[in-house]
């Protein structure tokens, strides 16, 4: 679909950007940021949320301060792939604090987790009382993340921008 379809045009992306990338930016501050007068970039704002482009705002807190040290990436394997067990896995995942992302996949896991605790320890307690007690789970397959070499919640935007030249 061509940009202009979609409402992503120059401006619109810079502010979708900006947001991204800060998104405590008063609106004077944003429509500053992105060469725009404030009402016009309140407006476009106000847009990119109703359309659900834009579907909240958060804080980033930093894990470590938090004392969440161990980030752990979980393959699950199911007995089975029906409906139920899937949903009966995503209910008892959905209720985790510590389970940051979780992912259905393809491949030789069901699922890939993403998860954060303070240390070993409770992630073998949460391994052993919470993910093994879950119906269906086959199999449970860790890797723990020794560094963090790139982190983002921006997505990228560049691809709207060339939507003109796209066949």
Not at 29 to 55: K, Q, T, Y
Not at 109 to 130: K, S
Request: charge should be negative; glycine fraction near 4%.
């Amino acid at each position: 679909m061509p940009q202009q379809e979609r409402g992503f045009d120059a401006a619109t992306l810079r502010i979708l950007d900006a947001l991204q990338e800060n998104a405590a930016l008063s609106n004077a501050e944003l429509a500053e940021r992105v060469n725009l007068s404030a009402s016009p970039c309140w407006r476009r704002v106000a847009e990119l949320r109703e359309s659900g482009v834009i579907r909240g705002s958060v804080a980033l807190a930093d894990p470590i301060s938090l004392g969440l040290s161990v980030n752990v990436f979980v393959q699950v394997t199911l007995v089975q792939q029906d409906k139920a067990s899937l949903k009966v896995f995503t209910d008892a995942i959905e209720a985790r604090e510590e389970v940051m992302e979780c992912y259905l996949m393809t491949g030789e896991a069901d699922f890939m987790l993403r998860i954060v605790v303070e240390d070993l320890q409770r992630y073998q307690e949460l391994v052993l009382e919470f993910l093994t007690q879950i119906p269906g789970v086959a199999n449970i397959r860790s890797s723990f993340a020794l560094d963090q070499v790139k982190y983002t919640t921006a997505l990228p935007t560049s691809h709207l921008g060339k939507a003109g030249r796209r066949r």
